[in-house]
């Protein structure tokens, strides 16, 4: 199965995405579950519609689920563990 990390991701510092709720992370495992590799973009896509129409709220809400997306699909440990 090919990566949906794009290939720039692991050599840039990526900012780790907000969590307000479990709720997101089901949401990101649904988008990964539903699309595949075509997560990302979804969730790309879905942020520049928020954003066209000046919804700021959810512009955030999915570029979160942007960076959550490739957080679930990488091998590399962000943040410290514990």
């Given amino acids: 199965m090919q990566s949906i990390l794009p290939d720039a991701v692991p050599d840039q510092q ?3 995405p907000y ?3 479990r709720e997101m992370v089901v949401e990101a495992s649904d ?3 539903q699309f595949g590799d075509g997560a990302l973009l979804v969730a790309a896509m879905r942020a520049s519609e928020a954003r066209m129409i000046g ?3 959810r512009f ?3 570029r979160q689920q942007e960076r959550l997306i ?3 699909a990488s091998t590399t440990i962000f943040g410290s563990v514990q």
């Fill in 14 to 16: 990526m900012p780790l």
């Fill in 19 to 21: 969590l307000a709720n």
């Fill in 31 to 33: 988008l990964v579950a």
């Fill in 55 to 57: 919804n700021v709220a």
């Fill in 60 to 62: 955030c809400h999915w």
């Fill in 70 to 72: 490739t957080v679930l």
